[in-house]
């Protein structure tokens, strides 16, 4: 198959980072969440420590080293939902962002019209308390 142009495009002028699944240890012993220690790595981002979540350590070096020779332009942490069926996403607010912005809203907008599959109206943009420490509002 011959590469698009599009596709020619993105490589082009864009750096993809794929980090995969973070928690096999627990998912292969039934946690969709925790890591096999029982803790929910999507809630150590805001203070990770060596001792209990070294991945989110290393996912946060990987970024910082990208962004030291590039803008970041888009993070995406994708994992299923305990409750929630079908695709969305979770985003965040513009008091998380630097700029008074609708940019986070962007690319679920884009997937909602390209897949039949995500549904644009699921998606959530707000910030309980309790999501401060989520990788969706610590990586900006």
Known sequence: MKPSKESKFLKKNFAFKI???????????????????GLDLNRCWAAPNVEESPEILGVKKVLR?????????????????TRMKNLFAFGCTNVYMEKDTLKERIFPLMLHEQMDEFHFDYCKFDVQPDKESTARVNVR
């Open 19 to 37: 980090i995969p699944m973070l928690n096999p240890d627990g998912v292969v012993n039934g946690n969709t969440r925790c890591s096999l220690s």
């Open 65 to 81: 080293e990208t962004v030291s020779s590039r803008d970041l332009f888009l993070f995406c942490d994708f994992h299923g939902h």
